[in-house]
């Protein structure tokens, strides 16, 4: 069996209306978890821009370059500022036009008397791209090079990311386990350290302060694609508790 | 009076938490509507990065360097993944190490006895920072350049934000206005496109689907920094909606 390697993804949000705080972004979470979950991949690097064709063009292809693979949300349904598609088209320098392929889907979802102008933009992408089929509302995303096109609507976006998966070369799955204690984050930070000093390169230990039930506590999260060094982090973790008596809520 | 011009800003958001799908960003969309609601300020660009300290250092550089004003949050509390304070330092080449103020509340808010080596680390940061006070938790963020540095926890970030009024230039505020169609976009995607281009420059127009009470929908909001442009949008969107006799769901 080959042995798996890391393989890592950026996440790149189109949309004035997430950076303007109107709208709760819900696909970065989604993503982020669907990727390691299904295909052992990483995200790395999540940025959110403006429907602006030179910032979107700028960020695709410096995303492109520096990632395995790019994820784009947004921007790709039939009004004017729905630009994902010609700006993809031109990071990479191919051909925009209509994708046979997808205007065939969209004529037949539509019926050709209902297939207007707004529709058909629909079906305009990079002509050589790879489709991402829809289940939800018939319009596809599409893959050109390494960049996944994706629509932003969450519901849509959810239906749709298994088609993903047969084109994604899998990584290393990445492990969680996490420890939920009532402390502070300042009584364990030094045992912290010096675990994760232990573990270097091979766990990253996380800590975030929650409160819960009116009281303060602290989230240990150990990260690692390794189960066998995760169970050996949790061991060292409960010595750590049961020294300094504290409290577990959950684990 | 002296004419406001437009000022930017982008936020940082640092921890693998937010990355790795874990934990739900809240922070985005809070700093976002505070920055132009009270000081007129538009988030230009977000980016979401990992706990990696050269990772951290470019991206403070290269956003300081492109905006007016730079927004990090987390990764400034006691443990070791804590390393925001260090990596701002590094990135402007000043001096890390206490900072005599920010010493002296977090002394003064635990008492000498339970000032531990942990709760000190929150005294560290770039020595000639200015404070951002914190009524929450004591442990102040900090001022470097045009970089502003909050911590991740919202509820804490919340209590904060307003210190930071005094220290940013006022711009041009940013107004919206929405309507809530019952239609679907490409119902009215070519006149959307053909107000937008009259209004070129002065008002950006989009267009969101939405779906509820069983119906999909639209919403379509108009920005703008003049209220009157907006007023004209809406008067030509009334139009639209009236010859296309679309119900409305809200004003």
Redesign the interface.
């Known amino acids: 069996m080959k042995k798996k390697k890391k393989v890592n993804a950026a996440i790149l949000?189109i949309?004035?209306?997430?950076?303007?705080?109107?709208?709760?972004?819900?696909n970065?979470?989604?993503?982020?978890?669907w990727l390691?979950l299904n295909c052992g991949i990483?995200?790395?690097?999540?940025?959110?821009?403006?429907?602006v064709e030179k910032t979107i063009v700028k960020n695709i292809r410096n995303l492109s370059k520096n990632f395995n693979y790019v994820f784009t949300t947004g921007g790709i349904?039939?009004?004017?500022?729905d630009i994902t598609a010609q700006s993809v088209a031109k990071a990479f320098k191919v051909k925009y036009g209509y994708h046979k392929e997808a205007y065939k889907i969209l004529e037949h979802y539509y019926g050709e008397k209902k297939f207007?102008?707004?529709?058909k933009?629909m079906a305009k992408m990079p002509v050589t791209a790879k489709l991402i089929y829809n289940p939800s509302s018939a319009a596809p995303g599409f893959i050109t090079k390494n960049v996944f096109s994706l629509p932003?609507?969450p519901?849509i976006l959810n239906s749709m990311i298994e088609n993903c998966k047969k084109y994604l070369i899998k990584g290393l799955k990445?492990h969680?386990k996490t420890i939920n204690l009532f402390t502070v984050?300042?009584?364990?930070?030094?045992q912290?350290?010096s675990i994760?000093?232990k573990y270097k390169r091979f766990v990253?230990?996380?800590?975030?302060?929650f409160?819960r039930l009116g009281k303060i506590g602290v989230s240990v999260?150990s990260?690692s694609s390794s189960k066998n060094k995760l169970t050996s982090v949790q061991k060292d973790l409960m010595k750590v508790v049961k020294s300094k008596k504290i409290k577990i809520l959950s684990i």
């Open positions: 949000i949309g004035n209306e997430i950076l303007s705080g109107r709208t709760q972004d819900k970065i979470s989604f993503i982020s978890n390691n990483t995200v790395m690097e999540v940025r959110i821009i403006p429907d349904g039939p009004t004017h500022d207007n102008d707004g529709r933009k932003g609507v519901s990445v969680s984050e300042s009584n364990i930070s030094l912290l350290a994760q000093k990253d230990i996380g800590s975030y302060p409160f999260v990260r």
